[in-house]
């Protein structure tokens, strides 16, 4: 929780936090954009948001639990953490490829559309020995998604809203799928393919 959660009722602060999935379904997780310091939120007093929406929020604590005064959504960008059996589109396939005979963890690339302008960006993610588990980390806000959808909008000269997808694929890599116009045939796609069929949503 965020240094002002310690402070007491009287303490409140404005920030800008990306809206997760939280511990339960309870509750969202605020993400400060700028510290990654977490803030757990009863859904209940946030009704209007979905994960991935980055808002600008006035949070306020009281006896350590904290209340959200006031909420505006800056970007409407959602977000959708999977677990998948169908097998990872060749943009993604490709990418991995060119990372492990780089001997490089991660690796990205944009995609394009029929009409060669640019539609999507994709990152990919080595698998980590050990218990690491990526899916979570983004999912929890251990590895935050901040600087990958920054990354996406600037060179392409495109701005949020975006559809992210972080697909765990049976393959030895994780995937994040940025796509740049949310509610188009790519995003209809992946969507399709990754979260209506032999997907599991976390």
């Not at 997760?20 to 007093?45: C, H, I, M, N, Q």
């Not at 006035?58 to 904290?66: F, I, K």
């Not at 059996?85 to 944009?110: D, H, L, Y």
């Not at 909008?153 to 765990?168: C, K, L, N, R, T």
């Amino acid at each position: 929780m965020t240094d002002e959660a310690t402070t007491g009722p009287a303490m409140s602060t404005e920030r800008e936090f990306r809206v997760l999935p939280g511990r339960d379904d309870a509750e969202w997780l605020f993400l400060d954009v700028d510290s990654a310091d977490p803030t757990y939120v009863p859904r209940e007093a946030v009704p209007d948001v979905d994960a991935g929406n980055r808002v600008r929020a006035t949070l306020s604590w009281d006896d350590g639990e904290p209340v959200v005064e006031d909420l505006a959504v800056e970007a409407a960008t959602t977000v959708a953490f999977v677990e998948t059996t169908e097998p990872i589109f060749e943009a993604a396939e490709e990418c991995f490829e060119r990372a492990r005979a780089g001997g490089e963890p991660m690796n990205s690339r944009v995609t394009y559309g029929t009409d060669n302008e640019p539609n999507g960006v994709v990152y990919t993610f080595a698998d980590q020995p050990g218990s690491r588990d990526l899916l979570a980390e983004f999912r929890d806000g251990g590895t935050p998604l901040e600087p990958l959808v920054d990354r996406a909008a600037h060179p392409e000269g495109v701005d949020p809203p975006f559809s992210v997808y972080v697909i765990d694929p049976a393959e030895p890599f994780l995937v994040v799928y940025i796509v740049l116009e949310p509610d188009g045939l790519l995003d209809e796609t992946v969507a399709d393919t990754y979260l209506r069929v032999g997907a599991s949503e976390q």
